[in-house]
């Protein structure tokens, strides 16, 4: 049997999952506003570039405050 690789029927643009914003992270918060405040004004490189800082900003240590 033939293997598709070829996705069907995508509409979203972004080949990888959009991380999620954690909760209680003002970074993610505010990355996640900006995020969506990029993709409805269709500007997709700050959509891309809000998701890699949410991916790369640091999480699991202990905050200080
Ligand atoms: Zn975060």
């Known amino acids: ?3 598709r690789c070829r996705p069907v029927h995508l509409s979203d643009p972004f ?3 959009e991380p999620k914003p954690v909760a209680g ?3 993610c918060a505010a ?3 900006q ?3 990029a993709r409805v004004s ?3 490189t700050t959509v891309i570039d809000s998701n890699i800082e949410m991916r ?3 999480h699991g240590k202990a905050v200080r405050t």
């Open 35 to 37: 995020r969506e405040a």
């Open 56 to 58: 790369r900003h640091p």
């Open 15 to 17: 080949p990888l999952p």
């Open 25 to 27: 992270c003002d970074v």
């Open 42 to 44: 269709g500007d997709l």
């Open 1 to 3: 049997m033939p293997r």
């Open 31 to 33: 990355l996640a506003k």
